[in-house]
């Protein structure tokens, strides 16, 4: 600096700090109702677009979310990252209606609701074939995009009549035989008789009855006599 003749000088210094590397992290996808937990680093204070100041947060965002983070060191100096939360929906998953069969029959099960499929049965197909001994609860896991939900269907099984039409019998050439059948609500014999007692007259020497009994809630049951 100058004044007339006389001139003086000095000094001023300008310092410049680094900014912090700001780093949010790896994006992430979760499922919908899921939690992620998202860390900053790089700085010695932190303030995300949600307001937390913490340098790691769990979240659980409805929807796909970028979330920004601003990173300050001790100089002061700030930077900035982002990292985004892509949300999947979970599949609603439907094993089917619930089924009940006889004792020995099987049942078709159709899960829905996914791109694949895993049985608790250990089967990894959408429709299933089942044949329980007693009533079962069958599970299966339907899966899409990563994300999965259960469901169960239940097949009921019914006990089988207890179907008899006594002991074989002998009778001479000409005599008659009664047979009768118990264990049910309804018979059907094979000589076309619906009665659970029979008259029978064979004229062969050697003559099988069969009776078909069923039960109030339907199921079959056979005996040979």
């Known amino acids: 600096a100058s004044s007339g003749s006389c001139i003086a000088t000095d000094n001023v210094m300008v310092t410049v700090n680094p900014l912090p590397v700001a780093d949010a992290g790896t994006d992430q996808t979760i ?3 899921s939690l992620a937990t998202i860390t900053a680093t790089g700085g010695t204070s932190y303030l995300w ?7 790691t947060q769990l979240v ?9 983070v601003t990173v300050t060191n001790a100089n002061g100096c700030s930077a900035s990252d982002l990292v985004t939360i892509t949300v999947n929906s979970v599949p609603v998953a439907i094993a089917g209606p619930d089924f009940t069969v006889c004792q020995g029959q099987s049942s078709t099960l159709n899960a829905s609701g996914g791109t694949s499929y895993s049985w608790s049965t250990g089967q990894t197909t959408a429709s299933i074939l089942v044949t329980p001994i007693s009533t079962t609860t069958y599970t299966v896991t339907v899966s ?3 994300c999965s939900s259960t469901d169960n269907a239940v097949v009921s099984v019914l006990l089988l009549p207890l179907a008899n039409a006594g002991p074989d019998q002998t009778i001479c050439f000409g005599q008659t035989a009664t047979l009768t ?30 009776v078909t009994v069923t039960t109030s809630n339907g199921c079959t049951a056979s005996y040979d006599v």
């Open 31 to 33: 499922c919908l109702g």
């Open 144 to 146: 899409s995009n990563g």
């Open 181 to 210: 059948a118990t264990g049910g609500v309804t018979y059907q014999w094979n000589n076309g008789s619906v009665n659970s007692s029979i008259t029978v007259s064979p004229i062969v020497s050697s003559t099988t009855y069969t």
């Open 60 to 68: 659980s965002p409805l929807v796909t979310t970028t979330f920004y």
């Open 49 to 55: 677009s949600n307001g937390s100041v913490s340098s």
